[in-house]
């Protein structure tokens, strides 16, 4: 399906390609929703309410969803359907091209987009979580050791994983921070590992602690553990948060917040805070400190979402290129856009692996 344009299929058969367009979209959007009603289904992907019941008959009879007074949910036939419906409604979206312009732009071996933008539609997590799970599985081996950093979309993430391989270890990629305890690094290990059918172990420490306790804290005997296993990972998956929001929950002193916004920090990478072109401007005392930079040789994944953060995703890009990135319509678009500005095109040309 990914070898044609989807104008060629409308030039075939223009009214059956506008059906099964239709038809992928509407599967797309109740995996990522699900259970949805048909009014809301058809709020969100702007059809008459008459077609996307038409539809949804059809699905049904096809035995790939149900129809409860819950809403619309997807039938195991339908989820496995899933990695080709979504390759659909990238092709009948254009992202297919989105994902080429990125790869030649960024020098990128693999970018996956999906559909939306989960500053407008929380949604599209669940969509995205599911390509951070395909892009694993074509990584992943028996016996790896994978370390995950925190965040909502991690968390997306670590949902949208099931058993791939055996033997496998989940530790967190760096230490707890901000308020809410489900999307600590600690937390989306554990839940990525019980997904898996993993072996997991904890960290148990925050960020922000000065450099004299974090090295206390490293010699710790569980610590110790965790974090050899960390710096021996074959697999790191990890977010990209924008630098201003993260120092913010971080609670990172004023003088601190001056210090970056005087050298223009626009994102922030397992410690690392970064300028538009990829330099660290400020490394935070972490646990995961020069991970990336200790372990090339490691499968690196980057996961992140919104088109607020496209400025920190390029700049975490630029500052150390991973072989998959898994992001949603309204980053890629937003990346896109920035990249096409003249100043943009002769910084990306800039990047080191």
């Not at 990128?108 to 979580?129: E, F, K, M, Y």
């Not at 999307?183 to 960020?207: K, N, Y």
């Amino acid at each position: 399906m990914q070898e044609f344009s989807w104008s060629t299929i409308r030039r075939i058969a223009d009214r059956q390609a506008e059906e099964i367009a239709h038809r992928a979209l509407m599967m797309e959007r109740i995996q990522a929703s699900e259970p949805i009603g048909r009014r809301s289904l058809a709020d969100a992907l702007a059809l008459p309410e008459r077609e996307v019941r038409k539809a949804a008959d059809a699905l049904k009879a096809e035995g790939l969803i149900t129809l409860t007074a819950s809403g619309m949910q997807l039938t195991p036939a339908g989820r496995s359907l899933m990695p080709d419906i979504l390759a659909i409604c990238q092709i009948f979206s254009g992202l297919h091209q989105v994902e080429d312009e990125l790869k030649l732009a960024l020098g990128l071996a693999g970018v996956t987009v999906v559909p939306g933008d989960s500053d407008q539609d929380p949604h599209v997590l669940r969509s995205l979580g599911q390509a951070v799970a395909a892009a694993v599985r074509r990584y992943v081996r028996d016996g790896m050791i994978l370390a995950v950093s925190g965040g909502t979309t991690m968390t997306a993430a670590a949902r949208a994983m099931e058993p791939m391989a055996q033997g496998l270890t989940v530790v967190p990629a760096r230490g707890g921070f901000g308020s809410l305890a489900e999307t600590q690094a600690d937390a989306v290990a554990s839940e990525m590992a019980r997904r898996m059918g993993a072996a997991c172990r904890l960290m148990h420490l925050p960020e922000g602690m000065d450099q004299e306790t974090l090295s206390k804290a490293a010699k710790l005997p569980g610590v110790a553990d965790t974090l050899r296993m960390m710096r021996s990972a074959d697999m790191i998956i990890y977010g990209v948060g924008r630098a201003d929001e993260t120092a913010e929950k971080r609670g990172l002193e004023p003088g601190l917040m001056k210090l970056l916004d005087e050298k223009q920090a626009v994102g922030e990478v397992l410690g690392d805070f970064i300028c538009a072109d990829g330099q660290v401007v400020y490394r935070s005392a972490t646990l995961s400190a020069d991970l990336l930079a200790d372990k090339p040789d490691a499968t690196r994944i980057v996961v992140a979402s919104g088109s607020r953060k496209a400025l920190a995703i390029l700049a975490s890009v630029r500052s150390r290129p991973p072989h998959v990135l898994v992001l949603d319509e309204g980053a890629a678009r937003a990346m896109l856009e920035l990249i096409n500005q003249p100043q943009g095109g002769a910084t990306i040309q800039e990047a080191k692996p």
